[in-house]
């Protein structure tokens, strides 16, 4: 198995984590942060990039480069990591070549319209199949904690980034276990889904961001980058959301980290907002930026002295859908972080391909102001003022183009407060509206829906503390036309067994936040507390369900271990499911990554 050596605790790190990062670290419901454990997990590059130049750079900021060098070794559980697997499962010399031609995984959506439906002939399995399923193999990855991007797969080829570790691995899936056809390791962990297209001189591409807001395009046959370029807007721009390369340009959504460093006292809160930057697909040069609102502006000073600015927010976590047919790009925005609240705000926007100007946009949910560590306390001299909402009801979700039983066209979108909304999308006017389940800053409506051409269907995840509104997640199908709710599956916990000793928050963290997959007549989704669950697509008749939040014996040798199953964490292809697990922003780190066949 893979060797971890383990390092000394750092009795000067844990003292600088006691008193700068126990107060959100040791609370993670109540504050929306990764546990301790979590991030013990995540290895020291992660750790690293995360105080230095991503979100926790804030909460760093008065650490001098000893006190980070000695947090890092504290939180970092091994000093050094044996990759050696790697070399152990290399492709055999008739097998390094990559497939190319027609990908059948290739978008976060599945296509262009991010519908999340595969096709039996797609996917190799029917729904009667998808009933009946057998784990096949496992495989693991050193120094993961997050286990959140989906990959591309060509042929017998899967492209699958592992996002701490910064590694993009080739992968030959033909074979009773993966072999390795090559890796790409990136200088700082990964962030997206990944994205694979063909250029119109032949060439197949990568396109994916990373955590610094870098977005790259590399050779699929060589793993050699083309270009890399930084599409930030503001100093603490994220990229969260895959990057769409649709005809001579890459969509690219801008969000924000400053939702997670606003509320501290000394912090000039705040400046940053979303925005969606078209690329040249061929250079990755900026074409156009459309930004949710006009650069923050000096309002304010704080009771405690620090000038504050405004707007910002309204930061742009999903990945676009592509109309095109009216040639629009449809997204849906987040919060603002401080007043001035804006009318972009948890709202649609319809953008014209060609210039990034706006075709329309849809206010879901006016004045909502949000702060995560104003969340259980808003007291704090950056908190939002008391008009605001102060809800975090984000669309989390990618919105979606789908047809309606008269052949029309609609525009779908997600929203954290448990509530679908239909637009038309020539005007944007609404349609209906329906409300499956309770929302919050952790509820509602998170990372995807899906559509199987009659029904939509959308997962409903669970949400504690003052933004909440109840405790229901589930999944939930509803009539495309008019929003009409046609079955619901709600999730209760499950402590059965040992699951009380592998999952400590098996009683209060079982919610459905990832997004939802349709093969052929069956939907599948995963749940917080590690189960994945199939149902008969038309009944929503439970059909199989297994619990990953447990250790497995991998392949590869590495120590592996399920958790939580969120973002985009579920996929078909080649006659086999692939679930991922593990995803320590909601408490249940993992690092393994699941392949189910039919059982015979």
Known sequence: SAQVIEANINAEGQAIYDNVCATCHNMPVETKSPPLETLKRMGPRAVSHALTNGKMKVQAANLSADDIDNLVTYLSATTDIDNSWISQHTCPVNQMDVDTGPATIWTQGFNLQNHRNLSA?????????????????????????NMRSQPAIVGNTMYYPIVDSGQLFALDIAAATPCVKWVYQHDIPLRTTLGYHTLADGTPVLVFADNAAHVLMMNAITAE????????????????????????????????GELNMGAAPEYECCTSHGAVVGLDAATGNRLWVYHTMIDAQPTTISRVGTQQYGPSGAPIWTAPAIDEKRGLIYVGTGENTSAPATDTSDAIIALRMTDGSVAWQFQATPNDIFLTGCMNDNTGPNCPPASSINKDWDFGAALMLAQMRDGSDVVLGGQKNGVVWALNPDTGKLLWDTKIGPGGAMGGIHWGMAFDGQRLFAANNMSTGPTADGEAPGLHALDINNGNILWSYLHKPDCSGNRREEIRSCESNYGMSAATLVVDGAVVQGSNDGFVKIFDAQRGEPIFSFDTAKSFATYNGVEGHGGAIDNFSIWAANGKLFVQSGYGLMGIPGNVLLAFKPAP
């Open 121 to 145: 002939a797609q996917a190799g399995l029917t729904t009667a199949q998808m009933g009946k399923l057998q784990l096949a193999w496992s495989m693991a990855f050193p120094q993961t904690a």
């Open 225 to 256: 980058v083309l270009w890399d370029v930084s599409v930030k807007v503001t100093s603490v721009s994220n990229v969260t959301a895959m990057p769409v390369l649709y005809g001579d340009k890459v969509f690219v959504a801008i969000s924000s």
